[in-house]
Nanobody, 124 residues
């Protein structure tokens, strides 16, 4: 089981930027693909971005493509989500997740470990 802790959320104005971080425990972090998901109030949890175990491939939801960038540092057991040009509709709790699958995947069902989430609020 991988333990995940997110940080970096907060309140930002529309058009601004935030960088989310996710710290993972365990010595096999480099074997896991990682993902970011988000859940807005009253809505289901949605896929945001995913990155393969090596960082060589990524996937993005259409709504964030071109604005968000997922990256990872396997030496530090960290995964990041750089969010630029934020919009009010990006307001949500953002969750980091890990899967034993090595390739980037957008399917929430593939992910086995989840963090507690970090709140992102974008004011318009």
């Amino acid at each position: 089981q991988v333990q995940l802790v997110e940080s970096g959320g907060g309140l930002v104005q529309a058009g601004g930027s935030l960088r989310l971080s996710c710290a993972a425990s365990g010595r096999t972090f480099s074997m896991y693909a990682m993902g970011w998901f988000r859940q807005a109030p009253g809505k289901e949890r949605d896929f945001v971005a995913a990155i393969s175990s090596t960082g060589g491939s990524t996937q993005y939801a259409a709504s964030v493509k071109g604005r968000f960038t997922i990256s990872r540092d396997n030496a530090k057991n960290m995964v990041f989500l750089q969010m630029n040009n934020l919009k009010a509709e990006d307001t949500a709790i953002y969750f980091c997740a890990a899967t034993f699958i090595s390739s980037a995947t957008a399917s929430g069902g593939d992910f086995r470990s989840w963090g507690q989430g970090t709140q992102v609020t974008v004011s318009s």
